[in-house]
């Protein structure tokens, strides 16, 4: 791992490791939840129609091959060695990268995409500017909203059911909206998902 990173990220990716490799299965709630959030992350996808898309922070593919059905050339990136090899198992294009630091030429993607990613790290702004570089036009996050009030019903059941959630940062909307405008992007749509409980936010870069 990077020396250069913080203890707290390097406690984030191996949480995440460790996470994936304990994974068995999804229980009920996760399952309802994923599907209904997914619905309104594919209906943002196909309104712009990208033809390529980067997945950061991968996970073992569950969105990677849902885009990959659509007929989406997607790619997707993780920290986790683990992650990785549950992907490339299921015939996904799966890299070992870094995503504060990817291997990518500048505006490679159509769209990147993350999915309950950033309210893991104390500094996220590397993230969001490599997301930005690597994009053509747009990024689309699905983030928890933990301050609504179905936000946080379910983060009460979520840890009831489940045992070893990695830590999450109670971040604003406004906050993550902020810093892609900081770093070249505006807002282009905000879409709430399973009750508000997440967002689905779209940022396009400045022409």
Request: aromatic share 10%; net charge positive.
């Amino acid at each position: 791992m990077d020396n250069n990173k913080s203890e707290q990220e390097k406690i984030v990716y191996k949480d995440f490791d460790k996470h994936w490799k304990g994974l068995k299965n999804y229980n009920i709630i996760s399952k309802l939840n994923m599907y209904l959030i997914d619905r309104q992350a594919i209906k943002t996808l196909l309104d712009i129609s990208p033809r390529t898309i980067l997945d950061v922070g991968c996970g073992i593919g569950r969105t990677m091959s849902k885009f990959k059905e659509l007929g989406f050339k997607v790619i997707g990136v993780d920290n986790s060695e683990t992650s990785i090899d549950f992907c490339q198992k299921k015939g996904l294009e799966a890299i070992l990268m870094d995503a504060s630091n990817m291997n990518f030429q500048d505006n490679s993607f159509d769209v990147v995409f993350a999915e309950g990613l950033l309210e893991h790290f104390e500094n996220y702004g590397p993230l969001v500017k490599e997301m930005i570089r690597v994009s053509k036009k747009h990024i689309l996050l699905v983030q928890p909203n933990c301050h609504s009030l179905c936000g946080k019903i379910l983060n009460i059941a979520i840890e009831t059911l489940t045992k070893g959630n990695i830590k999450e940062i109670p971040y604003r909307m406004e906050e993550y909206i902020e810093s892609f405008r900081k770093y070249g992007c505006k807002l282009i749509l905000r879409r709430p998902a399973l009750f508000n409980s997440f967002a689905i936010l779209l940022f396009q870069k400045y022409e």
